[in-house]
């Protein structure tokens, strides 16, 4: 085995970082963020597969383009689930939420 091997032990990379991110006590945040990141560019991939301008998902959401564009903002925290489920189920998705145990 090489030096290198015996020092660094190979470990997966996600429970590693996410190690990291709770030891700088960042986790929950940093959690947060990428998943309302993922969801705001997949309600905006469906948008754009569907051809729909951010207009008509306004209007069909039956709120201001404004609104829309925070929904769509990944840094945006100001959404609701509410409105969440709501577009989601304008581009025949739906939301899914579910409690796990702490580690």
Request: glycine share 2%.
């Amino acid at each position: 085995m090489s030096a290198a091997k015996k020092h660094h032990p190979v470990s997966p990379i996600g429970s590693s970082f996410e190690a990291f991110l709770q030891e700088q006590g960042i986790l929950e945040e940093t959690t947060e963020h990428a998943i309302k990141a993922v969801l705001a560019w997949q309600l905006a991939q469906e948008m754009k597969r569907r051809k729909m301008t951010k207009t008509v998902m306004a209007k069909r959401l039956a709120t201001s383009r404004s609104q829309l564009d925070r929904l769509l903002d990944p840094n945006s925290e100001a959404v609701t689930l509410a409105t969440l489920k709501k577009a989601a189920a304008l581009i025949g998705k739906k939301v899914r939420l579910e409690l796990v145990d702490i580690a």
